[in-house]
Each structure stands twice: as structure tokens, then as C-alpha cells.
């Protein structure tokens, strides 16, 4: 059975996903919302026919998987009775010629470690969606897939006939494979194959010794702050939700959903991640994105996801071709909700660039000019804070008055006055500060539920929403404030099993939610933390890092009963609520050191 134990592999430009058996089943090109090329994740067959580039190993018997430690290097071993091999995948990254070099590359360094290994290479691409076979032609070290839009060259120093008719052979000695754009290579494969993954696993090596960890949980953190840095798509500065579409929320639920762009709600939340950790870059690159972004807009609406290239129409239509993972379709290419109207995204513009206004790291330096751009968006977010939209879950079929996007537009106008006063706009400073003020008051009295003793979902609503943990995150209320607490209080008896939590208690487009939603289980243990409950959010935060994938990964869901992952993986949101955990609830290290 197909699960969610797939490693990742990328370079801030395209990804691959690998499952254990060393079959890289998932990677789209050019780009991460492009072709899907391996797709073998979304066949819904436990070994498909095409969609996918194995090593397969004759009599496989056992496998393991690990990534080089603090890398994005993946190693998979395979072991049978003939012998064992390791397959070493890399997505080259490094610096060259005085810039990063990233290019649509793949490598595979395939060794005997034991034994003589029967291997064969099983290279299965189509185009278009699976809808195209490719043609292949060949040379004398290399073989052309040739699609409709994109060719993909294979080179080798294993025997191209070996390749081509899929044969069994001895691996008696390493071999490497470069499949990437279809172009001659300037050496030998095996030459550049070993240059490619040193000087990659160089480059990680020094990206994670620059992070500012936590004492504890330092490999958690570093898997999750790799993951995140996979998901950039530094072209642009965007910031992709996963790197899959169409993996169901739940078994046979039709939540399948296209995460492969940048929301700008879960871009603010990775930005903060990898700030806590000293590393900004990535929100340099994603505040040239976001100002692009609300320049478009020229001063009107700003719809809540956008394309990696900043495309706005991201039309929704299902694949019939694709049965979906684990044949549990529909699989979806492209995503509804950038026609929905989500009133939190003018905060969360907003809180992704305020850093930038104040940290002296920087090099690039924001102006008035910009402050005057971002102040477009804070006049949206004034107009529209009290009126319906679908909200942060992005409820398809109806709308209303949200607290979390209400929160959302206080915490744009809020931080509008505070880079007001430090760019010396003095005016704007306080206007800004009244309209947060006027904003904040609205919430405290339409969103609190005296029936509830708790901050609901929506204006004189009465159901619970795990949404509302983030007025603390936000700096909206003190988490000590009674209500708040009450409202912790009820969200956990609403909502938690054991230390999963759901998104909320009332139905939605496709009934009842029956899984947790990894992220608002970190938001519960935050909020524990910040109110005084520290040693409960310890063991939410244990419990919670048990639920990763062998390779410290995790989806966008759990299933609190079986504890399997579901959702489109790897999952940003996810991801972050490790870091955050981790940072919030860690010893010191001056406590220990």
C-alpha cells in the first residue's frame, strides 16, 4: 500500500518525491506546478506501468532511507539475496561562477555495498499530464525522452542498451545517471555526478551551520527548516503550500486539493519560520514577490493564492486520466481559491514584509515608497474587516463574517503603525493605530460567545474554530487574558484527541472534518506554552514529532486514529509548527552550556 513515506529531494527551483524503494514517483518541470513527469503517486497502483524512474533491484527484500545529515541529500539502500546497493539522489545546489547554480538536474550515484546486486533502470516518464508518451532516440552515452513541450536526457555510464530494454544486470561497480535538460554534458557523468553531490552536500552543510537552533530538537528543526528552504522557488521569491496536488485530506473524502502555489497566508508563516532562525534570505526574495504582488493589485482586491510566477488565473479543472493516490481521486490541477474572496491575506502581506522595515541584516533597504504600497493593502484590509468571505479554510459554499480574518486586517493595520513610527510617519502612525484599535474592539465584542465562554469562528457565531489560537501568535490579546484561556479550554474539549486537534466542530462543503490538521496542533501547544502550561504542550509537542515519516517529514493531516498521514506532503504549514514548537517550548542553552 502506497503511504506518505517519500523522501524529498530539490533546489529551490523543482523537487522530486522518492519512496523507499528508491522509485522517484513524483516531480514535476519545468517548475514545481509544471508537467508532472514521474506521477506515479497519483496512478493509484501499487507498481504502475510508467510515470516513474526506478533502480529496482531483482530480489529486493529489505529497504532503508536516510538523508545525509543536515543535507538535502537523500540515500536509499536496497537489500536482497544477491546483494545490497545504495542509491545516493541529488537536485543540484551550489554556489558557481559567483551565483547559486540550480539547474532542472537529477542524479543518481547507484553503488554496490554488498554482494552483486541485479539491478535494472526502469526511466518511465510521460508528458502532458500522462497523457503522452515520450519518443526516445539515443546516443552513445545517453537517451532523449522527447515530449510535446519538454525533452529529458538521460546519460549514463552504465550501458545505454541496459537502459533502453530495461535489462537485469550485474552492478558490479558504481554507476551514475544525470537526467536533466537536453543538453551535452561538459565531462564525464561520473565526474560531474561526484561533483554534483559534494558540492551540494557542501552547500547544505554550510546553509544549516548558519541557523540559530534551539537546545533541543535540533535534527527536527533542521529537516524542517530544509524542507521549507525545498519549497522556495527562488526564481521569484514565492512560496509553494507542498510540492503535490490531489493527496485526499482523508481516506476517500474528494478533499483533494492543488497545494503547488504560493499562498499568501502560509508564505507569512514559513517567512517567520526561517527568520526565528537567523536565516533571511528567503524573506528578501519573498518580499520582492509580495511587493510585485500588491503593485498589481493597484490598490484593489488581492486574491489569497497566486501562481509561483505571479499568475492570477489558476483555473481548477480534474485530471480523469489520473485514478489519484491510492485510487482515490479526483485529482485536481489547479485551485478554486483564487477566485475566493479571503479577507485575512491583506495581514498577512503586510506581517510577511514588516520585518524587513526593521532588521539591520538586510541589505535591501525598504522605503517610504514602499511602506506607501503596503498601505494600499492596509486600506483593504480596513474596508472589508467586518464584512463575510470565505476565511482562512476557504469555505466553498458560503461566506461570512470570520474572526480570523478580521484578526488578520487588525494585525495589518496594526503593523502599518508600527513601521509608520519607524520610518517617522508620525500622521500615519496614528491613524493607523486608531483604525487597529477600532478594528480590535469590533472583535472582543462580536467574535467572543458568552453561550461558549470562547472567541468563535465568526461574528455572533457559536461554533469553535482552532483559528482563533492565533490572536496570541499575532499579538492581538494576552494569552493570560481570561478569555483566551477560557477559549483554550474549550477549543481543546471541542476539538482535541489526544494531541491531535481538528480545524473546527461545524460541517463544511463535504461534511464533518475527520482528521487533525498538523498545524492547529501546534497552534494548541503554543497557546498552552504562552498560558502558563508548558509541561502539557512538552508532551503535545513529543507526541506530535512521533507522528513524522521515517524521514522527519510531515503532511498537511493526521488521522487521529490510525496516525497515518494524509494531505499534500510535504506540508509548509506542518513543518513550521515544528520549528515554532520546538523554538517556543526548548531549554535554554545557557541553562545547559
Known amino acids: 500500500m502506497s503511504t506518505l513515506n517519500l523522501g524529498a529531494i530539490g533546489n529551490c527551483s523543482f523537487s522530486a518525491l522518492i519512496d523507499p524503494k528508491g522509485r522517484m514517483i513524483w516531480c514535476c518541470l519545468p517548475r514545481f506546478d509544471g508537467d508532472p513527469v514521474f506521477n506515479a ?75 552483486t546486486p541485479r539491478i535494472s533502470i526502469r526511466m518511465r516518464p510521460t508528458f502532458a499530464y500522462g497523457t503522452v508518451r515520450p519518443q526516445k532516440t539515443r546516443g552513445s552515452n545517453h537517451v532523449r525522452y522527447v515530449g510535446p513541450d519538454l525533452t529529458l ?11 533502453l ?72 521569491g514565492a512560496i509553494i503550500a507542498a510540492m503535490t496536488t490531489s493527496i485526499p485530506e482523508a481516506p476517500d473524502s474528494g478533499r483533494n486539493w492543488d497545494y503547488r502555489f504560493c499562498w499568501v497566508r502560509d508564505a507569512f508563516f514559513v517567512v517567520r519560520a526561517l527568520n526565528s532562525l537567523g536565516t533571511v534570505q528567503t524573506m528578501e ?74 532588521d539591520r541584516r538586510i541589505q535591501m533597504k525598504p522605503t517610504v515608497t514602499d511602506f506607501r504600497l503596503l498601505e494600499t493593502a492596509g486600506e483593504q484590509a480596513y474596508a472589508v474587516y467586518n464584512t463575510p468571505d470565505a476565511g482562512m479554510w476557504e469555505l466553498r459554499s458560503r461566506s461570512r463574517v470570520h474572526t480570523s480574518s478580521s484578526l488578520m486586517c487588525w494585525a ?27 478594528i480590535k474592539a469590533c472583535i472582543l465584542a462580536e ?67 475527520e482528521v487533525s490538521f498538523n498545524i492547529c496542533a501546534f497552534w494548541r501547544l503554543d497557546a498552552l506554552a504562552r498560558i502558563g502550561r508548558h509541561d502539557e504542550a512538552r508532551e503535545i509537542f513529543e507526541a506530535l514529532l512521533k507522528t513524522r515519516n521515517p524521514l522527519g517529514m510531515l503532511s498537511e493531516d493526521t488521522h487521529p486514529v490510525t496516525g497515518e498521514m494524509w494531505g499534500n506532503y510535504p506540508q509548509t504549514y506542518s513543518m513550521v509548527g515544528i520549528i515554532n514548537g520546538a523554538r517556543r517550548l526548548s531549554k535554554p542553552w545557557e541553562t545547559v552550556v
Request: net charge negative; aromatic share 12%.
Open 41 to 115: 503517486l497519483l496512478v493509484g497502483e501499487e507498481d504502475p506501468d510508467e510515470g516513474h524512474f526506478s533502480i529496482v533491484l531483482e530480489d529486493l527484500a529489505e529497504t532503508e532511507q536516510h538523508y545525509e545529515p543536515n543535507t538535502a541529500v537523500l540515500v536509499t539502500r536496497l537489500h536482497g539475496a544477491s546483494g545490497s546497493l545504495e542509491i545516493v539522489d541529488t537536485a543540484p545546489r551550489f554556489f558557481w561562477r559567483d551565483r547559486i547554480f540550480r539547474p532542472q538536474t537529477l542524479v543518481r550515484r547507484v553503488r554496490p555495498i554488498a554482494g
Open 285 to 358: 526574495n519573498y518580499f520582492r514577490y509580495l511587493m510585485d504582488l500588491v503593485a498589481d493589485t493597484d490598490g484593489g482586491h488581492l486574491q489569497p493564492v497566486f501562481g509561483i510566477g505571479r499568475e492570477r488565473q489558476l483555473t481548477e479543472t480534474i485530471l480523469d486520466n489520473f485514478a489519484g493516490y491510492r485510487g482515490m481521486g479526483p485529482v485536481r490541477c489547479g485551485n478554486q481559491a483564487f477566485e475566493h474572496y479571503q479577507h485575512d491575506v491583506y495581514g498577512n502581506v503586510i506581517l510577511g514584509a514588516a520585518q524587513i522595515f526593521f
Open 447 to 513: 467574535a467572543w460567545s458568552e453561550k461558549r465562554k470562547a472567541f468563535v469562528e465568526s461574528f455572533g457565531g457559536e461554533t469553535l474554530d482552532a483559528s482563533v489560537l492565533l490572536m496570541t501568535e499575532v499579538g492581538f490579546i494576552d494569552p493570560r487574558d481570561p478569555r483566551f484561556v477560557s477559549t483554550v479550554d474549550q477549543l481543546e474539549k471541542a476539538l482535541a484527541t489526544g494531541p491531535y486537534m481538528l480545524r473546527y466542530e461545524a460541517a463544511d462543503d463535504f461534511g464533518k472534518p
Open 412 to 438: 495589518a493595520c496594526d503593523r502599518l503603525a508600527h513601521i509608520a513610527s519607524r520610518l517617522g510617519e508620525a500622521a500615519r502612525a496614528t491613524q493607523w493605530r486608531e483604525r487597529a484599535d477600532e
Open 165 to 236: 530494454d530495461e535489462t537485469f544486470f550485474n552492478l558490479s561497480s558504481p554507476i551514475d545517471i544525470i537526467v536533466g535538460p537536453d543538453e551535452t554534458l561538459d565531462g564525464s557523468v561520473a565526474n560531474i555526478a561526484r561533483d554534483f553531490e559534494e558540492r551540494t552536500a557542501s552547500y547544505w552543510h554550510n546553509w544549516v551551520s548558519s541557523l540559530a537552533l534551539p537546545f533541543e530538537w535540533q535534527e527536527a528543526v533542521i529537516r524542517a527548516a530544509i524542507t521549507l528552504k525545498l519549497c522556495t522557488y527562488e526564481p521569484t
Open 153 to 163: 536526457r538521460l546519460s549514463t555510464d552504465a550501458p545505454i542498451d541496459y537502459v
